[in-house]
């Protein structure tokens, strides 16, 4: 299958490929991985005029952190994400997402900042960017724009992003104390969408949750941000069963899923439920450090 | 609009030129004009694998990335796994082990395994399953293309002692 012509464009620089896409006029779109759009393309349910092929552009592959921020530039794979010795030892959550997105061969191509800007409710990025209250750095004809992931999508595969806006970086708070954090998927197989996945980050001052933040993935026209069951984490032990199953509870009312061929809604939200109790209970073994 | 565009590649270690549609993938020009037809389309959906290729060494789809994105990069294909020597333990283990049945998905799997036997020389079977998990074979049931890579690793080892 051939997608429809159009025109590519392969900037060297942000500035060119800015310009290229005001240009574009509304009918551009911007490609770093391209597993997402380029099969769109081919299904002809994307056809745009322009293509602005961002991977000629240098600088744009950073994973590192710096002034208190771990920062994931446009062009980092998700396979860059899964090998990262600096992402297996301070962000479990990532790490544990990275080996659940897509598979293998799609994961040495796609990227983490273009699955955020795809903006589908689907992707696991999504997830895992809210969870961590990750900050998105575009930029556009008027300079720099930073939007959050904890509102970022609109509706589905509808962004904050600007149509004159390039996302160029994600970036996410570095661990503090008594951080941890896991990413829960149920996939039917390798490849496929999420029947259900959770994201928790929670921070642990002794056996006390001082902090939560709960994410869930494909049960809602967006990225849902379960935040009732996060909140009633905060000041609980743990170690409390009671609590934990309320925060399961929780996640699973926030979601709105619908029935298909992955399972039907009430199967989704039970799966909602069980996954927010074991990734809490995960996240916390991790911030105690007694599992990996 | 998508005037045509020349594509320089480093194809099985020869450079080769094509001039493409800016929308010509890069499965369709390694087969429609470099005429190595080894590499197969399968779903064309970015779902079976059996089109991938090493692009500067690392196993993609190559019905997932358009051709003008190798421009300048270096692409290996089914068609230069083999050696001066003969055939590439990868592809010795494939006939050994009969990894294989109707083979269509066969040089997209040797591609990922090769490139797996290079970052990690002694995989196990589950870091084989999981390194294979994005090409798909609808005869076998994988038992075979997992021994396949097995002996694979033992011939690479006997080759570099």
Redesign the interface.
């Known amino acids: ?8 464009v ?1 900037p060297t620089s942000l500035d060119e490929a800015v310009q290229a896409l005001a240009a574009g006029a509304g009918d551009a779109k911007i490609m770093a991985g ?2 997402s759009l ?2 769109m ?3 002809r349910l994307a056809s745009p ?1 322009t ?1 602005i ?1 961002l ?1 000629g552009i240098a600088g744009l592959d950073t994973l590192e952190e710096s002034d208190g921020m771990l920062r994931i530039g446009a062009l980092v794979r998700h ?1 860059d994400l899964e090998r990262s010795e600096l992402i297996a030892e301070r962000y479990p959550i990532i790490h544990d997402a990275a080996q659940r997105v ?5 994961r ?2 796609g990227t983490f900042c273009g699955s955020l800007a795809h903006g589908d409710p689907a992707g696991d990025w999504a997830t895992v960017a809210l969870t961590l209250g990750a900050e998105l750095h575009a930029v556009g004809p008027n300079g720099a724009v930073v939007h959050s992931a904890l509102d970022f999508q609109t509706s589905m595969f509808e962004t904050q992003l600007g149509m004159d806006q390039i996302l160029v970086e994600a970036r996410i708070p570095v661990p503090k104390a008594g951080q941890g954090s896991a990413y829960l998927k149920i996939e039917r197989k ?2 496929d969408y999420a029947a259900a996945a959770v994201g928790v980050m929670i921070v642990l001052d002794g056996a006390t949750i001082t902090e939560a933040s709960i994410g869930l993935t494909n049960v809602g026209p967006l990225t849902i941000h379960a935040a009732a069951a996060a909140a009633s984490l905060v000041g609980k032990s743990i170690d409390a069963a009671a609590a934990i199953e309320e925060a399961g509870r929780l996640a699973m009312e926030a979601s709105q899923p619908s029935s298909d061929l992955r399972g039907a809604e009430e199967y989704k939200k039970d799966l909602v439920r069980v996954l927010t109790k074991r990734a809490v209970r995960k996240a916390g073994a991790r911030a105690q450090g007694k599992e990996a | 609009m998508s005037d045509k565009v020349i594509v320089t590649t480093t194809v099985n270690g020869e450079e080769r030129e094509a001039t493409v549609e800016p929308r010509t993938l890069l499965v369709q020009m390694i087969r429609e004009s470099l005429h190595l037809t080894g590499t197969h389309i399968g779903c064309d959906t970015t779902s079976c694998g059996t089109c991938t290729v090493l692009l500067d060494g690392r196993p993609v789809k190559s019905c997932t990335i358009l051709a003008v994105q190798a421009n300048g990069r270096d692409v290996l294909t089914v068609e230069g796994l083999e050696g001066a020597d003969g055939l590439s333990p990868v592809q010795e283990g494939f006939q050994e082990e009969h990894g294989l049945h109707c083979g269509y998905c066969t040089p997209g799997m040797m591609m990922t395994v090769t490139a797996l036997l290079e970052e990690n020389p002694h995989p196990s079977e589950d870091e084989i399953r999981k390194a294979i998990s994005g090409n798909l074979c609808r005869c076998t049931g994988y038992v075979n293309i997992i021994k396949a890579v097995h002996y694979a690793a033992r011939k690479r080892e006997g080759a570099a002692a």
Do not use: C, E, H
Not at chain 1, 102 to 106: G, H, M, V
């Open positions: 299958m051939l997608p429809s012509t159009f025109d590519y392969a391209g597993q380029l099969p393309m081919k299904l005029a293509i092929d991977n396979a897509a598979d293998p061969l799609i040495n191509r390798v490849g």
